[in-house]
């Protein structure tokens, strides 16, 4: 129903553009002012041509609608594979090779001493002043 339904959708769609391009140009859209000697230039066929293209892009908007509310009742539902999903780690800490835990090579970098001949920080005083250096 659904590929039908999208066949007569882009058959429609179209005879709706063969429809309009017959159409005479009025505003001389892009340039090109529409000339009275044109292919369909009688009234009738002007009214002819818009009735036509009303009733497609009517038409259209129905199978549009259509199409939109079959595609949702005919969607499959979503089954997600639980092997997909991620396992929790029993251990914390990544092993080597030999089965021993890897070091943290930064662990204790901010508890180390600073290098030789930076000025140690100086203690924090409960009043906001900074020490001046003697």
């Known amino acids: 129903m659904f590929t ?15 429809v309009i391009l017959m159409q005479r140009s009025e505003g001389g859209g ?7 000697s044109g292919l369909m ?9 818009t009735r036509a293209t009303a009733v497609l892009a009517t038409v259209f908007v129905v199978l549009s609608i259509a199409l939109a509310g ?6 499959a539902p979503m089954q997600i594979d639980p092997n997909l999903t991620p396992r929790p780690s029993s251990r914390s800490a990544p092993l080597q090779p030999s089965g021993a835990p ?7 970098a901010a508890r180390q001493a600073p290098p030789a001949g930076t000025p140690a920080p100086a203690p924090a005083s409960g ?7 003697q």
């Open 70 to 75: 079959l595609a949702t009742l005919e969607r």
């Open 127 to 133: 009043n906001g002043s900074v020490p001046l250096a």
């Open 102 to 108: 890897v070091a943290d090579p930064l662990a204790g």
């Open 41 to 49: 230039s009688a009234r009738g066929a002007a009214d002819f041509l």
């Open 30 to 36: 892009l340039g090109v002012g529409g000339s009275p």
């Open 4 to 18: 039908f339904l999208l066949i007569v959708q882009s058959l429609v769609a179209a005879t709706m553009v063969a």
